[in-house]
DNA sequence: CGTACGATCTGCT
DNA sequence: GCAGATCGTACGA
């Protein structure tokens, strides 16, 4: 059910980011338990990708986890306010990650809801990197955190996104990256198929 | 020590 | 559609 290292540790992230849509991202903080369908994430494929914070080898006390064994999160800090969540992928010394962008609101909505300030459900609610971290209730002090135990994990409830849902695109918001920045490593779930009971 | 800058969101037009 | 918000981090002096 609960993802174990092993997931984590596989060598092709942009594989693990694909087969990542359709899981379950668990929070279990203050006492309240939050969930919700992966909709959107996007793979950052170590030291080889200009769009990666461990572009070029760079090892830093902010992206350090990124260089750890796969199976942790790497939260951090973007444009100065929002908290973006990544799980860290592969083995040691090999810093990839994989961003999550968009979920859909499963368990725990009321308290979504309540973390989003918002006084109705939509998928909206929780698209984008920022509103995820928010509408789970991911801090930066959680950075680091084991993805194995019980405050923050990813599920496999079986829950299955037909192939032909599934979009595959370019990363956003990284036209700096040049080249590498054209990379199909995103991947989402078109919002059309993104109805309350589709799942 | 000072400064520039982002893997973004929101609200107002 | 676009400007403004807002701050930890990296890097140069």
């Known amino acids: 059910m609960k993802l174990p290292y092993e997931y984590y ?17 668990c929070t279990y903080l203050d006492n309240q338990f939050t969930s919700g369908i992966i909709t959107e994430t996007e793979a950052y494929a170590g030291i080889q990708d200009k769009a990666s914070h461990a572009y070029g080898g760079k090892r830093t006390k902010r ?69 995820v971290t928010q509408a789970l209730g991911i801090h930066l002090s959680h950075n680091g955190l084991d993805l194995t135990q019980n405050i923050l994990w990813i599920e496999d409830r079986k829950i299955r996104i037909p192939e032909n849902a599934i979009n595959i695109g370019k990363r956003v918001g990284i036209d700096y990256a040049e080249e590498d920045a054209l990379l199909p490593y995103r991947f989402y779930v078109d919002s059309k198929n993104l109805s309350p009971n589709c799942f």
């Open 63 to 131: 992206n350090e986890v990124m260089y750890h064994a796969g199976g942790k999160a790497y939260v951090y800090l973007c444009y100065g306010m929002h908290t973006l969540f990544n799980v860290v992928t592969n083995t040691e010394g090999i810093p990839h990650a994989v961003l999550i962008r968009g979920i859909y609101p499963l368990d725990g909505i009321p308290i979504i809801l309540q973390r989003r300030k918002a006084k109705q459900i939509s998928p909206q609610i929780t698209l984008g990197p920022g509103k």
């Open 9 to 25: 540790q596989q060598q092709d992230v942009v594989a693990i980011a694909k087969d990542l849509i359709g899981k379950v991202l």
